[in-house]
């Protein structure tokens, strides 16, 4: 199963991730958005980690809250992530460890993922959901 695939939009940036449950999805989320902003992420060697916990409404809110808590980091730290280890995940509740690296590299500004036709969504082998991120 692919990570994620960018899709067309015609204002804004958008991909399709993909995960054999939802803990995969909203890590294969994380990465394709670092990967949606031009940033090497093989070529990272992860020398720092952090921690990060969520509280949220509802899954779909949760993965809003959890890929814009990474931009956040990303900006307010100057730091890429490309590993993510989510261990405890419920309908509500996130926590867990991302690795990365001092730096930016980004070729494409991402300020925010949105709810614009959100939906995570079962299929027959895991997950996949779209999101659109405003630039």
Known sequence: MRRYEEIEHTADLA???YGRDIKELFANAA?????????DLEA???TLRREVRLEAPDREALLVDWLNELL????TEGEIYADFDIHALSETELRANIMGTKGNG????IK????HNLEIARMEDGYA???TFDV
């Open 15 to 17: 991909i399709k991730a």
């Open 31 to 39: 990465y394709g958005m670092f990967s949606a902003m031009g940033i």
């Open 44 to 46: 990272i060697k992860p």
């Open 72 to 75: 956040y980091l990303h900006e």
């Open 106 to 109: 980004a070729k494409i500004v």
């Open 112 to 115: 925010a993922a949105t709810f």
């Open 129 to 131: 959901v779209t999101i």
